[in-house]
């Protein structure tokens, strides 16, 4: 068994890095990826680790990125890259700018969750998450704890989702950038979770792939 796309509390994941090797030790996985969300803070921790932990270590990220024109509408993208060098230059220049974009995102989510007359601040979120980079995920979980929503799905339907009133606009680059970021650092790029994606029926996910093949 393996596992190539977790979060760690270095992006919106619930464990830290070497609680996630312990967790996948114990399960019996044999190769994991850390892929944080825009983020390679977790990896080296791993890699000063994982000589003590039976699996291979694969380097990972998952890079938000802004659809090409003639597919505005599909939602969402990320990028996974893998097996890539994490003393690249560029590409810790482009993450550290999107870490830079999270932080002063955050703050205005709970700005207009607040004037929605939402009690709750940024500081309950780190508190309860310890998370290197606080994200919606954080967000929504408090909010279903603290009974604002009923579940983690509803704070998104209701308030945090994409053109949902506390919506604040993250951090993009283009999908061709991304690709070619993590060609340049020696890794391989991945479209991530292809299903989530929202086609017509005149552009669908294999027009998208191709348009993704064209860039590298």
Avoid: W
């Avoid at 967790?23 to 890699?47: F, N, P, Y």
């Avoid at 009690?119 to 704890?145: C, N, W, Y």
């Avoid at 919506?167 to 340049?184: N, P, T, W």
């Amino acid at each position: 068994m393996i596992d190539l796309h977790i979060h760690s509390t270095a992006s919106d994941g619930s464990f830290p890095p070497l609680e996630i090797l312990a967790l996948a030790k114990d399960a019996g996985v044999r190769a994991i990826s850390l892929t944080d969300h825009d983020s390679i803070a977790g990896i080296k921790e791993i890699q000063e680790n994982i000589s003590q932990y039976p699996m291979e270590f694969i380097t990972g990220v998952e890079i938000s990125c802004e659809p090409p024109k003639a597919f505005k509408g599909i939602g969402s993208v990320h990028l996974l890259g893998y097996g890539f060098s994490v003393y690249d230059r560029r590409l810790n220049q482009v993450l550290q700018q999107a870490v830079r974009s999270r932080n002063e995102r955050n703050p205005k989510i709970i700005e207009r969750l607040n004037e929605l007359g939402i009690d709750i601040s940024l500081a309950e979120v780190a508190e309860r998450f310890g998370a290197d980079q606080t994200g919606r995920p954080h967000i929504a979980e408090l909010m279903k704890e603290k009974g604002i929503v009923k579940s983690f799905g509803e704070a998104f339907d209701i308030y945090l989702g994409k053109d949902k009133p506390a919506y604040v606009e993250k951090f993009k680059i283009s999908c061709e950038e991304a690709i070619q970021i993590i060609l340049e650092a020696g890794g391989l790029p991945v479209l991530a979770h292809p299903g989530l994606l929202e086609f017509n029926r005149s552009r669908g996910l294999e027009s998208f792939v191709d348009v993704l093949v064209g860039f590298g």
